[in-house]
């Protein structure tokens, strides 16, 4: 099994929906982004235009992310190829934020809030319970929750159901259809990483 | 927020904003620690083999005492430093693994091999075997300790300034010209510079004129990779935000200054001459890792159409 997402840029419209769901299920903190939204501009008048390009850790298969640790607590999961991180093993060396090709991962490094000088809201202190300051963090493809037959957040909460997530290995799987049907691609191949998530063309 | 976090969160959003996002990680807060930690490593394995070659005891002190304070600054770097220990697991990767046992080694190998030269009637002799496996120690950690740097930074992908194959050559070629660096303090310290420094100084300027050709190199090959970052960090460099390291801190200092000196025009050489062209030579060094780690950038996050490379800019996350 090779858990791959799968993201229709011709359906995505941009809502932040995927960046607001990411951080209501992980509570991640201010400055860290599992799932981001790049808006971009192609093109020049009369024929420019925007669009959207959501971003996530690619979960790869040669992940470089991996290679660098010193400690190992980024590995990748045998049974499922998520790429995680150990948080209990990490150093904080962030070489493996120098490595990753898409910036996905992010140093929780002091204990922060989003509300200033009114302190964290109980829903941040519960949040803060679940991570540790001075290690690196990442998407994990909400991995509890597709251990219990879930989605991931992002992909339960796209309105315009943009996101498409499912087993790579598997050809009949409703994600391997798509990109074997419309040509889906993933970000920067040249890299040599081996992206789990691919984008079908807009 | 506090104010500090709050700071730091509206610069990684305006970061996000700009086309090519720095790194800070390596070179602001805590990170100034790691280019601090790699300048005190590479100039501390040079001066322990130049001591071993000449064996200058203060070239080996100072060689022990830099890399004692390289780990140092190597820890500070770390957000979780109590958890150091498990930096030794991954030597089949991870380039700062092995660095980190090169260092294990190196310090293991000199605090073994120094009483033999430092009090000799007290412990064993330079000659012994148990000095002997200390030497053995320090070399191959010197070794590590000079190459794993430019390892690191190659092996860091999203970082396309750094990905050149020349960096590891250049690392191992600075480690050098700082240990002839020391070595000629130390012949300064201990009044021996005039006769005994011609030599170093032959050497500097081999190793000097070796760093200049494989900095051009890695210019050049920054500037004709098709990577539009390595190509913005190389404009960082020379004519954009650390052009003034560059211009002053290794061209006039590191280099004109030196040669300056060494070229007898102010005063015929001396103990002190040799000690300023020793000091303006490592600061010069130092200058260069702060400059080339600064100016790394990272590649933009685009998208690309099966062959079909649509060129984009980021407007806001």
Redesign the interface.
């Known amino acids: 099994m090779r858990w791959g997402m799968v993201i229709d840029?011709k359906r995505c419209i941009g809502c932040y929906g995927c960046?607001l769901s990411c951080k209501a299920e992980n509570g991640t903190p201010?400055?860290v982004?599992f799932a981001?939204?790049?808006?971009?501009?192609?093109g020049q008048y009369p024929t420019a235009q925007t669009?959207f390009?959501p971003?996530l850790c690619n979960h790869c298969d040669d992940p470089?992310c991996?290679?660098?640790?010193?400690?190992?607590?980024s590995f990748v999961w045998e049974d499922d190829g998520i790429v995680d991180i150990d948080a209990d093993?990490?150093?904080?060396?962030?070489?493996c934020?120098?490595?990753?090709?898409?910036?996905q991962r992010f140093?929780n490094?002091?204990p922060?809030?989003?509300y200033?000088d009114q302190g964290a809201t109980p829903y941040e202190q519960a949040r803060v319970e679940r991570h540790q300051?001075?290690?690196v963090m990442k998407c994990n493809f909400c991995r509890d929750r597709v251990r219990n037959g879930q989605d991931p957040a992002c992909v339960e909460n796209c309105p315009t159901i943009a996101r498409y997530f499912g087993d790579l290995d598997n050809p009949n799987s409703e994600v391997s259809r798509l990109i074997r049907e419309r040509?889906g691609?993933p970000?920067?191949?040249e890299?040599g990483?081996n992206p789990n998530v691919y984008?079908l063309?807009a | 927020m506090t104010s500090t976090n709050s700071g730091r969160y509206e610069q990684l959003i305006k970061d996000y904003q700009t086309e090519y996002r720095p790194q800070r990680e390596w070179s602001e807060g805590r990170g100034f620690f790691l280019i601090l930690g790699h300048f005190l490593v590479g100039v501390a394995a040079g001066a322990w083999l130049f001591g071993l070659f000449f064996q200058d005891k203060i070239s080996l002190l100072a060689g022990f005492v830099l890399a004692g304070l390289g780990g140092l600054a190597h820890l500070a770097n770390l957000a979780r430093p109590e958890r150091f220990i498990l930096m030794m697991l991954r030597t089949a990767t991870s380039w700062v693994s092995r660095g980190f046992w090169g260092l294990t080694l190196f310090l293991i190998g000199s605090v073994i091999y120094l009483p033999s030269l430092m009090f000799s009637d007290t412990f064993w002799q330079s000659d012994s075997v148990i000095a002997d496996v200390g030497v053995v120690f320090s070399i191959a950690g010197s070794i590590i300790m000079m190459a794993y740097m430019g390892f690191v930074y190659t092996a860091s992908k999203a970082i396309a300034f750094w990905n050149s194959t020349l960096h590891p050559v250049l690392y191992i070629s600075y480690a050098l010209r700082g240990g002839a660096a020391a070595h000629l303090l130390s012949l300064a310290f201990q009044g021996e510079a005039v006769s005994g420094g011609s030599d170093i100084l032959i050497f500097w300027i081999a190793v000097t004129v070796t760093v200049i050709v494989l900095w051009i190199f890695e210019i050049q090959g920054a500037l004709t990779s098709g990577e539009e970052a390595a190509v913005h960090s190389v404009h960082d460099i020379l004519a954009g935000r650390l052009a003034l390291y560059f211009y002053v801190g290794i061209l006039l200092i590191g280099l004109f200054v030196p040669v300056f000196l060494m070229a007898g025009i102010i005063a015929p050489l001396s103990p002190t001459l040799f000690a300023l062209i020793g000091l303006t030579s490592v600061a010069g060094d130092f200058f260069m890792k702060f400059s080339s780690i600064k100016a790394g950038v990272f590649s933009p996050v685009r998208l690309y159409s099966g062959n079909n490379r649509r060129a984009t800019r980021r407007r806001k996350i």
Do not use: W
């Not at chain 1, 990490?90 to 070489?95: D, T």
């Not at chain 1, 934020?97 to 910036?103: D, I, L, T, V």
């Open positions: 840029l960046q201010p400055g982004f981001r939204v790049h808006k971009q501009e192609e669009t390009l971003v470089p991996v290679d660098v640790c010193p400690t190992g607590a093993k990490c150093v904080g060396c962030r070489s934020m120098m490595a990753c090709p898409y910036s140093l490094d002091d922060q809030n989003y200033g300051t001075g290690v040509s691609f970000l920067h191949p890299k990483t984008y063309p």
